[in-house]
T-cell receptor, first 113, second 109 residues
Framework: DSGVTQTPKHLITATGQRVTLRCSPRSGDLSVYWYQQSLDQGLQFLIH???????AKGNILERFSAQQFPDLHSELNLSSLELGDSALYFC????????????FGSGTRLTVV | EDQVTQSPEALRLQEGESSSLNCSYT??????LFWYRQDPGKGPEFLFT???AGEEKEKERLKATLTKKESFLHITAPKPEDSATYLCAVQAGDYKLSFGAGTTVTVRA
């Protein structure tokens, strides 16, 4: 157990639907990062939150949004889902600076049918 | 934009057959180079951080080295349990890590 908790582990939904992925960071970590991993794209950075504030955005679609709550857990909202959104979604956390690497959760596997 | 290229894409080794994985990078102002191990269906697991050219880090059968343009992950006398995908990532000015596509290592007994 890495200390980063992601729920649900698996999610199957239909095109056009909306889903919410949840992440609880490791105790004491203030930063949360979201990544998407698909077979043909590798790990792609989506967004970074630090202590409730958005710090950096990557290649995140407008249909996707995220937030970090006062208790530091984070949610990634995916809407108007398309088949191409099927992927593994990882959350990672780190202390103030990730000098010793992020700690990744075990991921949420999203399948859009 | 930061670029990370890993080679080879896949590596098949016999148990005990040492080899090296390559990670070449282009980044403005490298803050750190990271190596992760990822098993199928699981999240990446942190292995090493390297900060400056000439630095080396070791962990069991793994040794990571860094030059100004690339990093190598050496696997010495690998065992089947070393089979995994090894990911390289760079960190520049902000805190995000940019990952390479990975090298999938298969070690046969």
């Amino acid at each position: 157990d890495s200390g980063v908790t992601q729920t649900p582990k698996h999610l199957i939904t239909a095109t056009g639907q909306r889903v919410t992925l949840r992440c609880s960071p490791r105790s004491g970590d203030l930063s949360v990062y979201w990544y998407q991993q698909s077979l043909d794209q590798g790990l792609q950075f989506l967004i970074h939150y630090y202590n409730g504030e958005e710090r950096a955005k990557g290649n995140i679609l407008e249909r996707f949004s995220a937030q970090q709550f006062p208790d530091l857990h984070s949610e990634l909202n995916l809407s108007s889902l398309e088949l191409g959104d099927s992927a593994l979604y990882f959350c990672a956390s780190s202390p103030v600076t990730p000098n010793y690497g992020y700690t990744f959760g075990s991921g949420t596997r999203l399948t859009v049918v | 934009e930061d670029q990370v290229t890993q080679s080879p894409e896949a590596l098949r080794l016999q148990e005990g057959e040492s080899s090296s994985l390559n990670c070449s990078y282009t980044v403005s102002g490298l803050r750190g180079l990271f190596w992760y191990r990822q098993d199928p269906g699981k999240g990446p697991e942190f292995l090493f951080t390297l900060y400056s050219a000439g630095e080396e880090k070791e962990k069991e059968r793994l040794k990571a080295t860094l030059t100004k343009k690339e990093s190598f992950l050496h696997i010495t006398a690998p065992k089947p349990e070393d089979s995994a995908t090894y990911l390289c990532a760079v960190q520049a000015g902000d805190y995000k890590l940019s990952f390479g596509a990975g090298t999938t290592v298969t070690v046969r007994a």
